[in-house]
């Protein structure tokens, strides 16, 4: 039996379409490995959102090189949001990749990924693969995925839209993945049913921006979401999935959200539905208004203060992170110190904070120079992430001699890790097998980062 390995990289929608793949491969024959070394097709799922991710994938792909040299009949393929094309090196038309990957041998648009057998036999038309139903689906996400990436087997991601339409100027995904189409929710709702049968206790629904579910142009145009009437498309999915609790569903979240479309109507799903858990991450960019102006977030800084007012009256025990860029083009000193203020204003409990990197086809690199030379960017990221440090620890203290519940993630021994219903990372030790399921912890330490008991 052939075997396959896939690496990816980048985001959850990129693991939740790895799932997809296995699935697909597992009906044409192959089996998985956990070693390149040991395939014989490697893909890489890849990520574009920034030019450091991509050049990741270059530098893999000098691996894939000495894999081929012991296997000479490997096949190297690349999947993800770095092709545009759907191509073998066999064909007339090929994507730009093969320019610059001379071990590529296929490379496959997400969406188009019933297509990977067609392709495989351009290569070689010897090749036998069982004639399977998903080759002629003409929509990827027709194809059950695996659920494989959660280590703890009971979380389960659902891919709810592909694409996006908000077109923030340092992003490449519009280009990348398309324009935003949402999925059925009749659809979506059997996958979830599906994952909650074969025991999965938390579902995460992940999309670009996932709560402009069935708000996008093809959408509309489409007419997907006209019975639903005034009602929100993604408001009334997750009413739906929250019904799954009734069959053993307990947590569901949502990522990444975009501030524009966090109605007060999503804000009352959070804080009254049942399977709702007390965390957002609601990415805000930069807390400075002309930052935003460039970065093409079509919304201010006051709009956002005002959700998180919104968000925190409804639910006091909420916990929120966010994104922070620093050094983005044409950031001053000034507007750097707005977004560290505004940072500490929001009391935010964790961020993922990065250094501006240009990516090649996106509009900044285009239209807006990238003028912020690398040590300010560097010392603006420091004095950034010394805050978060302190804002981290600050929120940990509130959960100290409190009893929260814990969806263990990992299991080495006698030592425990899993989150709580406020994300927070949790570590403590017990020698029962407890992987996968959700038990009470008392918290007696909290450090910076995570909550222990000790």
Known sequence: MPKYHIQTFGCQMNYSDTERMEAYLHALGF??????????????????????????????????????RKNPNLIVAVTGCMVRKSSSKYSTERDKLFNRMKELDIALRTEE??????????LDPKLKFPEIEEEELEDYFQINPTHSSQKSGTQAFVAISNGCDNFCTYCIVPYSRGREKSRKIGEILEECKKAVAEGHKEITLIGQTVNSYGLSKH????????????????????????KLSEKGLERVRFTSPHPKDMSDKLIEAMATLKTQMPYLHLPVQAGDNAVLRRM????????????VKKLREKNPDISISTDIIVGFCGETDEEFENTYNFFKEMGFEHAYISQYSERRGTTASKFIPDDIPDEVKKQRWERMNELLKKT????????????????????????????????????FQSEKELLGKIV???????????????
Do not use: W
């Not at 574009?48 to 000495?66: F, H, L, P, T």
């Not at 959408?219 to 929100?232: P, V």
């Not at 093409?296 to 959700?307: A, F, G, Q």
């Not at 940990?396 to 899993?418: A, M, P, S, W, Y």
């Open 31 to 68: 089996d998985k490995t956990e070693t390149p070394e040991a395939a014989d097709l490697v893909i890489f799922n890849t990520c574009s959102i920034r030019q450091k991710a991509e050049d990741k994938v270059y530098g893999s792909m000098i691996r894939a090189a000495n894999y081929k």
């Open 113 to 122: 990924l019933p297509k990977f057998a067609e392709l495989a036999r351009e």
């Open 392 to 427: 981290s620890a600050r929120a940990h203290q509130r959960f100290k001699g409190k009893t929260v519940k814990v969806l263990v993630e990992e299991q080495n021994g006698d030592v425990c890790i899993g989150r709580s219903e406020h994300y927070k990372t949790v570590q």
């Open 219 to 242: 959408d509309k145009e489409a007419g997907t979401f006209e019975y639903l009437k005034d009602e929100e498309p993604f408001v009334h999915l997750l009413k739906e999935v929250d």
């Open 440 to 454: 009470p912890v008392k918290i007696t330490h909290s450090d910076t980062f995570i909550l222990k008991r000790l």
């Open 296 to 307: 093409n977030r079509n919304y201010t800084v006051e709009h956002y203060k005002e959700i």
